[in-house]
């Protein structure tokens, strides 16, 4: 489990399949202090930590993580958004966030509001139910605030501190993004889908 807020920025070093999957060479300031067998948010996406060298992880990701993010389109230099797993008894600064990934949203527009940014994303439409305004979504592992929300795009503000401490900078128009919706609203939703008639 995690929150959202996004502790340091990996860059792929090295990408190689394994089957029908990926596995991933990631360099990081926080790769040291890992040890095999833990679980990392990757973009949004929970991966294993698999193997360690000085500096570096290894994770992989298999085709059912590939077919659901970008991770399919990673190659080396891009850089990673990186959080490891929430302490329990810890402030939960963000949101509940799972590492999973529910499917990948694309950037239709960015804007430099002067001190801020304004980004818009598009999303599956079979997930509009899931989309509030003002409610949590992660993107790419970020925990944010949708607004602006229609049946199938929202906009996110975007301060600097966020922009110089992940990933988001290097986003352009028209790439894709890893989104999970909130985890609270998935079970309200598939709790009421299945209320006797007339409740």
Not at 118 to 123: E, K, P, V
Not at 164 to 187: A, C, M, P, Q, R
Request: contains cysteine; hydrophobic residues 40%; aromatic residues 8%.
């Amino acid at each position: 489990m995690f929150t959202g807020i996004i502790e340091q920025v990996g860059t792929v070093r090295e990408v190689f399949p394994t089957g029908t999957g990926l596995s991933f060479w990631i360099e990081s300031t926080i790769s040291s202090e890992l040890h095999v067998d833990q679980s990392l948010s990757h973009d949004g996406a929970c991966l294993t930590v698999e193997a360690l060298q000085p500096g570096t992880h290894r994770v992989t990701a298999v085709r059912e993580t590939l077919e659901k993010t970008g991770l399919r389109n990673w190659s080396p230099g891009r850089r990673v958004n990186l959080e490891r797993a929430m302490v329990l008894g810890g402030r939960l600064d963000g949101h509940l966030v799972q590492g999973h990934v529910d499917g990948t949203g694309t950037c239709l527009s960015r804007a430099d509001q002067d001190g801020s940014w304004l980004f818009r994303f598009s999303f599956p439409l079979e997930k509009a139910g899931l989309m509030i305004e003002k409610g949590s979504i992660t993107v790419n592992g970020i925990s944010l605030t949708g607004f602006d929300v229609t049946r199938d795009a929202f906009s996110v503000a975007i301060i600097p501190y966020t922009m110089d401490h992940t990933n988001l900078g290097d986003l352009s128009v028209g790439e894709h993004v890893n989104l999970e919706f909130d985890l609270i609203g998935k079970y309200i939703l598939r709790q009421s889908a299945f209320l006797p008639e007339g409740k």
